[in-house]
């Protein structure tokens, strides 16, 4: 969903359409994530960026963790986690787009909208200007993926 000038302004923050952003296809094989990119002439299809730091991570912590407290309650415990930053990212985009955010009544969503309401404070009262939500972004050969922001972050033009 392309964010609005109007949406923007009525946050305050405005919407400068810097770039022409362009979308890549996602595909999931085997538990992950791949984009098949512009490359030229050709076409390309590479990791995301979450798929190569998933196969590089030390999870030996992880793993232990899982062990210590059991695989029912880990998971139990992953699965709210996810739902929380999910609802969290929803409300985050909202508040940009210059969209009604309400906390909900049941503790993923209360829990999300408080967490959300820390990010807005303080890390994005320095955003001057948005150039681009969910933006699509490539290292050419090797790795692509999905940014929340493009814009001007304390003067600064900043991924975040």
């Avoid at 955010?101 to 990010?119: C, D, E, L, W, Y």
């Amino acid at each position: 969903m392309k964010i609005t000038e109007n949406a923007l302004k009525s946050k305050g923050i405005p919407y400068v359409q810097k770039y022409p952003y362009s979308n890549f296809n996602k595909t999931i094989k085997d538990g992950k994530r791949f984009y098949t990119t512009p490359d030229g002439a050709l076409t390309k299809t590479v990791p995301s960026v979450t798929t190569v730091l998933s196969a590089t991570k030390d999870m030996k912590h992880l793993h232990a963790w899982r062990k210590r407290i059991g695989e029912a309650k880990a998971q139990q415990i992953t699965q709210e986690s996810a739902n929380i930053g999910t609802v969290m990212h929803s409300s985050l985009e909202k508040h940009v787009k210059g969209k009604e955010r309400k906390p909900g009544s049941n503790f993923i969503h209360q829990k999300a909208h408080t967490m959300a309401n820390v990010i807005i404070d303080n890390g994005l009262t320095d955003v001057s200007e948005v150039w681009g939500s969910e933006i699509s972004l490539l290292y050419p050969e090797l790795y692509a993926g999905t940014t929340d922001l493009v814009g001007v972050y304390k003067d600064q033009p900043t991924i975040m």
